[in-house]
C-alpha cells in the first residue's frame, strides 16, 4: 500500500512565525501535491511537483513555498505565518493515476 | 484553468436510499476524473475512477457515469449504509506529466438508519 505521511496531525504557531510542514512518501512516486481545505471550499492546490527541486505554482500559492530536494519528501513552508492561512493541509503523491493522500495537518495560526 | 462544480453541497438520505453526486468541469481536454471519499480525521481515499474513453464503470454499489459531451459526471451509490456518510469529492485533469487534480468543493453525505 502507498504511505503518504505528513509529519504533524495538529500544529499551532503564531502569526509572523516561519511555518514547516513536512511530507514524506515510501512509493518513489515523482509528483508530490499540497492541497487546503477549508469547509464550503474544497481543497485548493497551493503547489505540486513533478521531480526533484521543480515545482509549480496551484491555484493559491500566494504566502507559501515549497522545497523537494529528494524524491521521497515535498516541504511547504509559510514564510510569515498569517491567521488566514489557519487550516487543514493535505500532501498527496502519485506515479500515474490515482493520487493518494495523507491523513492531513491541522494548522492554527494565532 | 480547469474549474469543477459540484452539486448538492449536502445531501441527507435513508439507509438503503440511492445518493447521486454530480459535477460539471470546465475545460474540454480533462479525461480523468476521480472520487474521493473523506471520512472524519482521514485524508481523501479513492473510491472510483473513470477515463473518458469510458462511459460508465461499477463497483458493487458504486458507480460512476461520464458524458463528454455535456461535460458532466456523476456518482451513483445504491442500498446506502450508515458507514457511507462522509464528504465526497469529484475532481477531473489532463492525466500526463506535470498536472494536477482539481476538485470540486465537496458533498457532505448522511445516511440515517
Known amino acids: 500500500d502507498v504511505k503518504v505521511t505528513q509529519s504533524s496531525r495538529y500544529l499551532v504557531k503564531r502569526t509572523g512565525e516561519k511555518v514547516f510542514l513536512e511530507c514524506v512518501q515510501d512509493m518513489d512516486h515523482e509528483n508530490m501535491f499540497w492541497y487546503r481545505q477549508d469547509p464550503g471550499l474544497g481543497l485548493r492546490l497551493i503547489y505540486f511537483s513533478y521531480d526533484v527541486k521543480m515545482k509549480e505554482k496551484g491555484d493559491i500559492p500566494e504566502g507559501y513555498s515549497v522545497s523537494r530536494e529528494k524524491k521521497e519528501r515535498f516541504s511547504l513552508i509559510l514564510e510569515s505565518a498569517s491567521t488566514n492561512q489557519t487550516s487543514m493541509y493535505l500532501c498527496a503523491s502519485r506515479h500515474q493515476q490515482p493520487q493518494h493522500f495523507g491523513d492531513g495537518t491541522r494548522l492554527s495560526i494565532l | 484553468g480547469e474549474n469543477v462544480e459540484q452539486h448538492p453541497s449536502t445531501l441527507s438520505v435513508q439507509e438503503g436510499d440511492s445518493a447521486v453526486i454530480k459535477c460539471t468541469y470546465s475545460d474540454s481536454a480533462s479525461n480523468y476524473f476521480p472520487w474521493y471519499k473523506q471520512e472524519l480525521g482521514k485524508g481523501p481515499q479513492l473510491i472510483i475512477d473513470?477515463?473518458?474513453?469510458?462511459g460508465e464503470k461499477k463497483d458493487q454499489r458504486i458507480a460512476v457515469t461520464l458524458n463528454k459531451t455535456a461535460k458532466h459526471f456523476s456518482l451513483h451509490i445504491t442500498e446506502t449504509q450508515p458507514e457511507d456518510s462522509a464528504v465526497y469529492f469529484c475532481?477531473?485533469?489532463?492525466?500526463?506529466?506535470?498536472?494536477?487534480?482539481?476538485f470540486g468543493k465537496g458533498t457532505t453525505l448522511s445516511v440515517s438508519s
Open positions: 475532481a477531473a485533469t489532463l492525466n500526463q506529466a506535470g498536472t494536477a487534480l482539481i
Open positions: 473513470i477515463r473518458s474513453n469510458v
